[in-house]
T-cell receptor, first 114, second 117 residues
Framework: AQSVTQLGSHVSVSEGALVLLRCNYSSSVPPYLFWYVQYPNQGLQLLLKYTSAATLVKGINGFEAEFKKSETSFHLTKPSAHMSDAAEYFCAVSADTGRRALTFGSGTRLQVQP | GAVVSQHPSWVICKSGTSVKIECRSLDFQATTMFWYRQFPKQSLMLMATSNEGSKATYEQGVEKDKFLINHASLTLSTLTVTSAHPEDSSFYIC?????????????FGQGTRLTVV
């Protein structure tokens, strides 16, 4: 069984400020972890993924995330927020075996204030 | 990059009618595709796993006679919402993973907004 908890359904930051979106996971097998971004009425775009290689993962648009096994966390960060970063962000987990369907967190809506 | 296309992007139908949503992998083959449902301001919930050449695997609580899934080829899966009702109104998203590399991420379609009136 696997699950994802995203702390904070809404996060608001000022433009240029640090973005930190929290994700904790639970998995009975070694996990694959993902962060996706969703803009209104659109599908999901992959930001980055962890697949048991480097624990610090760099993604698109300046985002990165660090896999911390001891804390069962995979928090998403970006040093400087841009207005275009305003969107819904989903953390997801899948097992590295089997059919590998994704289990999503509840999502975090990021607002960027000018 | 791998592209997954969903059609239609949005559809409005009358109660009692059926609606078919297509999910196509445009530049890769997918043995397995996944169908998700997303209610407004909520997360994605897995509905079913679509398996090419065999029956779909449905998640607990999802009516298989209501949501018919067909995976007729390695590039196409369809979801048919039968006898649609207003409570079926939702955002439906499919995803697919390339058959030749199961270690890659799943690629998502752009979603289909279904409104039943």
């Amino acid at each position: 069984a696997q699950s994802v908890t995203q702390l904070g359904s809404h996060v608001s930051v000022s433009e240029g400020a640090l973005v930190l979106l929290r994700c904790n996971y639970s998995s009975s097998v070694p996990p694959y972890l993902f962060w996706y971004v969703q803009y209104p009425n659109q599908g999901l775009q992959l930001l980055l993924k962890y697949t048991s290689a480097a624990t610090l993962v760099k993604g698109i648009n300046g985002f990165e995330a660090e896999f911390k096994k001891s804390e069962t966390s995979f928090h998403l960060t970006k040093p400087s927020a841009h207005m275009s970063d305003a969107a819904e962000y989903f953390c997801a987990v899948s097992a590295d075996t089997g059919r590998r369907a994704l289990t999503f967190g509840s999502g975090t809506r990021l607002q960027v204030q000018p | 990059g791998a592209v997954v296309s969903q059609h239609p992007s949005w559809v409005i139908c009358k109660s009692g009618t059926s609606v078919k949503i297509e999910c196509r992998s445009l530049d890769f083959q997918a043995t397995t595709m996944f169908w998700y449902r997303q209610f407004p301001k909520q997360s994605l919930m897995l509905m079913a796993t679509s398996n090419e050449g065999s029956k779909a695997t449905y998640e607990q609580g999802v009516e298989k006679d209501k949501f018919l899934i067909n995976h007729a080829s390695l590039t196409l899966s369809t979801l048919t919402v039968t006898s649609a009702h207003p409570e079926d109104s939702s955002f439906y998203i499919c995803s697919a993973r390339p058959r030749e590399n199961m270690n890659t991420e799943a690629f998502f379609g752009q979603g289909t907004r279904l409104t039943v009136v």
